[in-house]
């Protein structure tokens, strides 16, 4: 149903998360059944036209596939990253907004909490609910340069402020959040007060510079100004965790500017120190990639990573699921193919209805979006997969159509661990 509704989000407040909707503690993944190839069992998405509570927004956009500004409200879009809830829902963080640092100032950085009822082969409904968020704010003024929001006393943060991809929770329950413009590391607490200064990220090969984008804010403002070798738009889209709690691994999206071997640059980040402890790897990209899109851990040495190439609404796309190991330090990290996020089968048609101009729903299941930003490891045998929908731009599951946020449920025939 294209629903155009305004959520009211009626249990959140415009900066914290409250508890409500916590009733159901079971996890939606259906009963493991033995497959043989990665086979979709469970399907739900968030329709494109869904809004939550705030001012209205996209004064700065043209709109697209038929979704024009002004936008009534903060629009739930974008999912850059998403992490699991004990009561199975997630808390999903939107992207910068509207696809630039110059077009989002009214786009409100935040974190969504969002239970999906997944349709699957005995159940589920395929919706899912906004049940509130965390509104990402710097009232303590610990960023060094002017933000949008600046003079107010919240310093409410934005889309031209920050572009948040990637995102872990510590021990303690606060976020943090890889940067891309910086790119930098943001650390917030559990209700979405910025907790540290930004932190830039150190040249391993020369640790007396940061490695900055074209779109960092100290450069624009010629603040000890530092040659960019990271690409616009390359920073922070992937961020793990080590399972012991005790490391980041944030990842580049792309190579740096001066390397033509198409590596991206891994790094290791003390979580107790709050500082880089020098370690790093790279992650070779497939011939047919142009870039990452996310990166877990389910031991200390083994993740996922999302590769993929630039292209929506082609079923010869590249979108993979790579599984890696880490070797040692300053080493490329071992890869194979885990998940082929083109060819997934799909013998329950979880799907649902398929409208007209629609690609890859059949027998053989397809997520032919350009960003597909969120992987998280359920169990041994369960991966729950998220696209950005870039809103209103992206039309990869239709091309006359603006795509709604999907979430897919893959089953692997070999357990991970």
Known sequence: MNKKTLLAVLCSTALGLSACNDDNKQDQTTPTEKVTEPTLVSFAKLDVATYAAGPDSGKAVSGANGIYPPFKGQPVQGFSAALKNADG?????????????????????????????????????????????????????????????????????????????????????????????????????????????????????????????????????????????????????????????????????????????????????????????????????????????????????????IERDVSQNNLGGYKKLIRIKFNEPKQTVAREDLVDLMKIANPDALYGTVRAGDIGTGKVFAFPFETIEDVIIENGTTLTVLNDNNFPGSSGRNAKLADDNEIIQIRLPKALF
Request: net charge negative.
């Open 89 to 305: 829902s997630y808390m999903a963080m939107a992207d910068n907004g509207f696809g630039t640092q110059d077009n989002s100032a009214d786009f409100l950085l935040r974190i969504y909490k969002i239970k999906a009822d997944f349709k699957s082969k005995a159940k589920g409904t395929g919706q899912v609910a906004v049940q509130s968020f965390v509104q990402l704010r710097d009232p303590n003024k610990l960023i060094p340069f002017e933000i949008v929001n600046g003079n107010t006393a919240e310093r409410l943060l934005t889309g031209a402020d920050f572009d948040p991809e990637s995102m872990q929770r510590a021990a303690d329950g606060s976020y943090w959040i890889g940067d891309e413009f910086g790119p930098y590391l943001l650390h917030f607490s559990a209700q979405g007060v910025l907790l540290d200064a930004p932190i830039g990220l150190p040249n391993p090969l020369n640790p007396a510079q940061e490695l900055r984008s074209p779109q960092n804010q100290l450069n624009k403002a010629n603040i000890n100004y530092v040659e960019p070798l990271v690409g616009r738009s390359s920073g922070f889209e992937g961020m793990a965790i080590s399972p012991d709690g005790k490391y980041l691994y944030p990842l580049l999206e792309k190579p740096l500017l001066n390397d033509a071997t198409g590596r991206l640059l891994i790094s290791q980040f003390d979580l107790q120190k709050k500082a880089y402890t020098g370690v790093y790897y790279w992650f070779e990209l497939n011939s047919k990639a142009t870039n990452i899109g996310d990166f877990q851990l389910f031991n200390d040495k083994e993740g996922i990573i």
